[in-house]
């Protein structure tokens, strides 16, 4: 985090008048049916969003100029146009650079004592996945938790140059594998490049997104000092690229970012972490979640890296060191969508996904890409059911390796691969009342687990705890229902069961099985809310059909 925020501090100190000079100042081509003067959308597109208008020429899947919801479908190439590869990398350099000096000046890390030898001896470390390189044994939430944020500003500093996602995507590896070379001293880690890389390019994409609902070039005043203040704090690099590009006091008269329907739910409550299976028996704790659903998966469009995506975060107080208790999310990398009669909408894709589980009873991060299916059956006009299921591989995983993790700085978990898929089902009636299955499985193969003190290299940090060798099997079942109740308007309460069950196998040991379950009540209120799977004119279209 610290990476991100030191770097943000001292660029936005530069002299910014050179850049901004460079700045595209192309006139705006035909208007579109953006009114500057009060920002909203035109009467057509009202009548789209309300359902009573299905069809427009301006609305056409892949090449229209419009979304259903009246937003352009892809950022305005006019006024976002492509800079130089140098600029992006330039920003990782300077990022880097101030890192290791905090890290070496202000931190007094021994690490972060890099010199002229230890780039020498580092250049000459060979590939990742030769003997020159090695598996971290730092702690969970540092590999899985930390790197991917700092690889999210190494993603952004090249999207928000003009760069696509998947143009932006080699710059986080560049990024992650040079640090390893130039920013450390040790022996480099591959697991650090594998995780800052897949964990950015995700993160990195879904925080571009959210800023740019945020942001609106049309604005002025004290409106466009809050937008541009909290988008700079959900994407600090874009923020600084905006500065360094004079996009910050650039103003348009037309929307110029794509956007997509964004529901956010804040949820706070309390949670009771149980003693095994027994109710009561364990400790009782506040807790707070925030959940991001962006995009309207059954929108007949032509489908873009994270047009739609779902992130769920949950931090837990009370507990120790492991606050931040689980993040999961995906977001789509392409797909299809179909309709089935009038009642079955299908939204068919490819996905890639994050999930994060860090607590005192287990810790478990993967990073998967996953084929799925999406559906919203219309039961009636008020009510539907809303499923999803994905299915697919974990090229790279942690799994812990001891009965309860420890908090030490040391590793306590194995590293993996395997397979993984989650299930949710949301039956929706009205606006009152939802039932909710969700199911996440693990079954993950250990290829790394943590080094004992007979083998490791010397200077190479240990784990005295190890619980398997390299061929042990895991299978882990998350298992999450809730039923949430309307208070009134956009305020509800939820009532939520976890059950966490773990089964590790290994011919060199005992079978081993766990079972852990949790109990939480928490308030949601939610900002723009479309509910799972139901869409502005659902019921329009029942009246209409």
């Not at 975060?313 to 179909?338: H, M, P, Q, S, W």
């Amino acid at each position: 985090m610290k990476r991100i925020y030191v770097t943000m501090l001292i660029l936005s100190l530069v002299n910014i008048s050179g850049v901004a000079a460079q700045m595209d100042t192309t006139t705006p081509v035909n208007a579109d049916t953006i009114v500057p003067s009060n920002f909203d959308i035109n009467p057509d597109f009202q009548l789209m969003r309300m359902g009573l208008m299905t069809d427009s020429s301006d609305v056409i899947k892949g090449g229209g100029k419009y979304t259903l919801y009246g937003d352009i479908p892809n950022d305005d190439t006019a006024y976002n146009k492509r800079w130089s590869l140098w600029y992006p990398l330039a920003g990782g350099i300077v990022e880097s650079i101030l890192l290791n000096l905090t890290d070496e000046l202000v931190l007094n890390y021994s690490w972060s004592k890099v010199n002229y030898y230890s780039w020498k001896r580092n250049l000459n470390a060979g590939p990742i996945w030769g003997n020159g390189w090695w598996w971290d044994e730092g702690r969970f939430g540092n590999g899985y938790l930390l790197h991917p944020i700092t690889g999210a500003a190494d993603f952004n500093f090249a999207r928000a140059s003009g760069y696509n996602f998947w143009a932006s995507a080699p710059f986080v590896l560049v990024q992650s594998y040079a640090w390893k070379i130039f920013g450390e001293n040790g022996k480099p880690e591959r697991n650090s490049v594998i995780v800052t890389t897949l964990g950015g390019i995700g993160l990195g994409e879904l925080l571009y997104r959210i800023s740019s609902n945020i942001l609106d070039d049309r604005t002025t005043g004290t409106e466009r000092f809050w937008r541009e203040t909290l988008a700079f704090l959900a994407d600090p690099a874009r923020g600084v690229t905006r500065m360094l590009q004079g996009k910050t006091w650039r103003t348009t008269d037309r929307e110029v970012y794509q956007k997509e329907p964004l529901t956010v739910g804040l949820m706070a409550g309390v949670r009771e972490l149980n003693n095994g299976v027994n109710i009561g028996t364990g400790t009782v704790n506040p807790t707070i979640n925030l959940q991001l659903d962006y995009g309207d998966p059954f929108e007949d469009k032509s489908r873009k890296p994270f047009d739609l995506f779902k992130v769920r975060a949950e931090c837990n107080f009370g507990v120790g060191r492991k606050i931040v208790d689980n993040l999961v999310g995906y977001g789509i990398l392409t797909g299809t969508n179909r309709q089935y009669g009038t009642d079955l909408d299908v939204l068919y894709g490819l996905f890639l996904g994050y999930d994060y589980w860090d607590n005192n009873e287990f810790e478990l991060g993967t990073q998967s890409v996953t084929a799925g299916i999406m559906t919203r059956w219309d039961l009636s006009k008020n009510n539907n059911l809303y499923t999803k299921l994905h299915f697919g591989i974990v090229p790279f995983a942690a799994n812990s390796t001891v009965f309860t993790p420890d908090t030490s700085q040391f590793r306590d978990y194995d590293y993996c691969y395997g397979l993984q898929s989650q299930f949710e089902t949301t039956l929706n009636l009205g606006h009152y009342i939802s039932f909710t299955i969700a199911d996440y499985v693990y079954y993950l193969h250990t290829f790394n687990a943590p080094e004992p003190d007979s083998i490791a290299a010397l200077g190479e940090l240990v784990s005295h705890d190890v619980q398997y060798p390299v061929n042990g099997n895991n299978l882990t079942d998350i298992f999450r229902p809730n039923i949430t109740v309307t208070i009134t308007g956009n305020l509800r309460i939820t009532f939520e069961q976890m059950v966490y069950y773990t089964l590790d196998t290994s011919p060199d040991f005992p079978t081993i099985h766990r079972k852990q379950t949790q109990q939480r009540v928490f308030l949601t209120y939610n900002i723009k809310d479309y509910h799972k799977g139901e869409r502005p004119d659902n019921a329009a279209k029942k009246t209409t059909n």
